[in-house]
């Protein structure tokens, strides 16, 4: 079995940071790719970055300049720095992980940007 467990999610006003980080445990080997996703509400599931297992990483257009991804491959954890925040960030966050044994979803956690 595997788990994600998301946190650092809240509310946040314009112009502020968040940090969110994504723990992966239980039966999972060889992570490849680790990526944040997001859904507001109406919207579908959109990619926000995502990082390889080299480091290398990818971002949505929307968010490059303002958000960081990082990994610490010993725990299986990554994060996603957000600075400078938008209300079009508000959203559901979601980690997701791809490895040798699967793609893995976490619960998602709810990224408010308001005044």
């Known amino acids: 079995q595997v788990q994600l467990v998301e946190s650092g999610g809240g509310l946040v006003q314009p112009g502020g940071s968040l940090r969110l980080s994504c723990a992966a445990s239980?039966?999972?080997?060889?992570?490849?790719?680790m990526g944040w996703y997001r859904q507001a509400p109406g919207k579908q599931r959109e990619l926000v970055a995502s990082i390889g297992s080299s480091g290398s990483t990818n971002y949505a257009d929307s968010v490059k300049g303002r958000f960081t991804i990082s990994r610490e491959n010993a725990k299986n954890t990554a994060y996603l720095q957000m600075n400078s925040l938008k209300p079009e960030d508000t959203a559901v966050y979601y980690c997701n992980v791809a490895s040798v044994t699967g793609h893995y979803w976490g619960q998602g956690t709810q990224v408010t940007v308001s005044s």
């Open positions: 239980g039966s999972i080997f060889s992570i490849y790719v």
